[in-house]
């Protein structure tokens, strides 16, 4: 069961609100074979890692205060593991309203751009799909991980029709689409979406060539903490290049980047749709 936290401490290639439905997996059979001790493991390994995904601690958190003291040794389950079902409930209703929400906006069929994985973002354009309102989507690989490699084939096992590109040719894509949609991993109180590397130039490219860019995610991505508040972490060069000896060069490697929310045309989320300057009421309906 440890190994398990282990390899979704060490998951680089899915979203946040994927990691999320996987830890409430988790949750759930800890509860139903009574594994209260490698519960109490995981969330510590946990907390150690996944820095960069503020709504996973979040989730975390509530799990640890709310989930953990349902839980105990050779007792009845059934309170933890109903908590963890009305968890699951609430994160697929959010996702099925964010994707109708989403799909609302269009009345002729689309081209898309995308960059990385969202679960959120592929059950939008899977739902805009299923109305026959999208002609094709155009995936980034975002490098290093290449999880655009498991976004395009999700969404053509799906029916959609898609194309693989390298992220340095997001201008090519975006001459040929309608609009960009991205998610997010976190959206700090200070203005600032926080998503996959790559989303920044591709947002400046959007705005280059006045095409929106739409952010689809439930709202739990809004924290109250500022961008320096939140860890963008440094990962291993040799995910980029296997150095010979003679060289004597830096490598940068981080998975997230920062962008001013001001460069993002809308946010689509289960509470409704915002434009950036409308944020700040989400945040206090969020926090009261």
């Not at 069961?1 to 439905?21: K, R, V, Y």
């Not at 390298?166 to 090519?172: H, L, P, S």
Request: proline share 4%; charged share 25%; aromatic share 8%.
């Amino acid at each position: 069961m440890l190994q398990q936290f282990q390899d979704l401490a060490n998951d680089n290639t899915s979203g946040a609100t994927e990691l999320i439905h996987k830890l409430l997996a988790l949750c759930e059979n800890c509860a139903i074979g009574y594994h209260v001790e490698p519960l109490r493991e995981g969330f510590e390994l946990l907390e150690q890692s996944q820095l960069s995904m503020p709504s996973l601690h979040a989730v975390l958190h509530i799990l640890k205060s709310d989930f953990l003291p349902k839980l105990h040794e050779d007792e009845e389950t059934a309170d933890a593991i109903q908590y963890i079902s009305s968890l699951e409930k609430i994160l697929s209703e959010s996702g099925e309203r964010i994707a109708e929400l989403f799909a609302g906006k269009f009345g002729d069929p689309q081209q898309a751009v995308t960059l990385s994985r969202s679960s959120t973002v592929v059950a939008s354009l899977l739902r805009l799909h299923k109305k026959e309102l999208l002609h094709r989507v155009y995936v980034l690989e975002a490098r290093p991980m290449l999880e655009g490699h498991r976004t395009i084939r999700d969404m053509t096992e799906k029916g959609i029709t898609a194309t693989l590109m390298i992220d340095a040719a997001m201008a090519v894509a975006l001459a040929q689409a309608d609009f960009a949609i991205v998610g997010a991993d976190s959206v700090s109180a200070d203005g600032y979406l926080l998503n996959k590397t790559g989303t920044f130039p591709l947002a400046l490219c959007c705005r280059q060539l006045e095409i929106p860019i739409y952010v689809v995610c439930d709202s739990l991505k809004f924290s109250p903490q500022l961008r320096a508040d939140i860890l963008v972490e440094d990962k291993p060069g040799d995910q980029l290049l296997d150095r010979s000896e003679k060289d004597r060069f830096a490598i940068w490697n981080r998975y997230f980047e920062w962008t001013p929310v001001e460069y993002i045309t809308e946010f689509i989320t289960e509470r409704g749709i915002f434009s950036p300057d409308q944020l700040s009421a989400l945040a206090v309906e969020e926090s009261t």
